[in-house]
């Protein structure tokens, strides 16, 4: 499909009517992939209520590089980038397409930087564990966007706000990280204990939810004067950045909602949130 096809493949959506949501998504353990519990049904019912997308794409914690890519391929790959999971997680696949024009419209509005068509990666567990109980069937292009782990984040931020525009094309934005994601200080005996945080986990994620509603978009961009634990909460920031794409692309009127918000593990949060 050529760019020109592109604009015709959207050219029919009304602005107005169609600026489409923007997801942050606390994904978690790949196991939400295949189980189905709150975090996943909470997926699941979010793509029942927002509108139906002509495209997702996707800046998941899992792929990160040197410069900026976006995935070009017409079939992309599910990537099982994980281990120590039942086969069964690995046997998965979710064979959405991809959607090459989208690919090379995205490029082109992005002038932060030079965006390279990727024909290797594919869809990694940061996206496909998502979109398949969003999007079971399967039938929406579905396209990642990657995180050039070299930049800061104001870098990550500024260049967000350039797909702006794809919202107003039918394009779903899903950041897929998580707001608190600390796994060397998980307690593993406390997995099954439903909605257990550690004391600093808990006010973390209320910060971060506050600052959030508030719209204070610098506090959350300088994340690490942002609180006294905000170095445990973030020890690194790979599954933090996500979540600066998608409050990048908020908009005058949208709304704010939260769901999916709870703790686990005493030092993940699942916390996820709608923009519009």
């Known amino acids: 499909m050529s760019l020109h096809q592109f604009h015709n493949w959207t050219q029919d959506l009304n602005e107005e009517d169609s600026r489409h949501p923007v997801l942050f998504i606390g994904h978690g353990s790949p196991m939400n992939g295949i189980e189905q519990n709150e975090f996943s049904e909470g997926w699941a019912k979010m793509g029942r209520e927002i509108p ?65 068509l990727d024909h290797d990666w594919g869809l ?47 394009v779903l934005i899903i950041g897929s990280g998580n707001m608190v994601h600390n796994l060397r200080m998980v307690a593993w005996d406390k997995l099954n204990e439903p909605e257990y945080g550690f004391d600093w986990v808990i006010e973390m994620n209320d910060v971060f939810k506050e600052k959030l509603g508030k719209c204070d978009t610098s506090s959350l961009i300088n994340y690490e004067k942002l609180h006294a634990a905000a170095k445990l909460a973030i020890p690194t920031p790979d599954h933090y950045y996500p979540l600066l794409y998608a409050m990048a692309l908020q908009q005058n009127g949208d709304d704010i909602r939260f769901f999916n918000d709870k703790a686990v593990g005493g030092s993940l949060t699942m916390t996820s949130v709608k923009w519009g």
């Open 52 to 116: 139906k997308p002509k495209a997702v794409l996707v800046i998941s914690a899992h792929w990160l590089t040197q410069g900026t890519h976006i995935t070009a391929m017409p079939n992309p790959k599910t990537i099982h980038d994980f281990g120590g999971f039942p086969k069964e997680l690995f046997e998965v696949q979710y064979p959405a397409p991809g959607e090459p024009a989208l690919a090379e419209a995205t490029k082109k509005i992005i002038t932060k930087t030079d965006v390279g």
């Open 124 to 170: 990694d567990h940061g996206t496909w564990t998502v979109v398949r109980h969003m999007y079971p069937d399967a039938d929406i292009p579905v396209l990642q966007l990657s995180i050039d782990y070299a930049k800061p984040p104001q870098y990550h931020f500024e260049l967000a706000q350039q797909l702006v525009s794809l919202r107003k094309k039918g």
